[in-house]
């Protein structure tokens, strides 16, 4: 596989487009406007000087795409993982107000017991990697889990409060 070249193009008075092409020679970019707000462009396959489409993100739905696209790299690594070490999966749980885990440090919640361990916790688009013990999570939070199936279940069941 090889490397994809990124194009960045300084736009003055407008902002940064990052732009590459595809496998399949489609050339596709990111215009990022100096007010944070972001265009998902993608170029005419005849003129790859004019935009075919362009689409206006938030900065938010911005960082969810970009969070959908490293998720999906994330679950591709995890099938490799899978299929080395068996049963490890990996999992995204979303803290709710009202779960047992909302305000909660790490340690009280004995995840342990259920062999999952907490590899990183997503909170306002900033990633804790490892967070230690005594982290504290708050309602919004996306916390990553490693484990067994059964195990992530469990896990899944105390944080919300009914294990």
């Not at 099938?79 to 107000?97: F, K, N, P, R, T």
């Not at 440090?105 to 804790?128: F, H, Q």
């Amino acid at each position: 596989m090889s490397k994809t070249q990124i194009n960045e193009t300084t736009l003055p008075g407008v902002g940064v487009r990052h732009d590459f092409v595809t496998e399949s020679e489609k050339q596709v970019g990111v215009l990022r406007h100096h007010s944070g707000r972001l265009d998902l462009l993608v170029y005419d396959d005849i003129d790859p000087d004019r935009c075919q489409n362009t689409i206006a993100l938030t900065e938010n739905e911005g960082r969810v795409l970009g969070e959908l696209l490293g998720a999906m790299q994330v679950v591709k690594s995890t099938s490799v993982i899978q299929q080395s070490i068996g049963e490890l999966v990996i999992d995204w749980i979303e803290v709710a107000e009202h779960w047992t885990c909302a305000d909660k440090r790490i340690d009280a919640l004995r995840l342990s017991d259920t062999g999952v361990l907490i590899v990183a916790v997503i909170r306002d688009g900033e990633t804790t990697p490892i967070p230690r013990r005594d982290f504290e999570l708050h309602d919004g939070d996306t916390v990553v889990v490693i484990g067994t199936p059964e195990g992530i279940k469990r896990a899944y069941a105390i944080m919300r409060g009914a294990g």
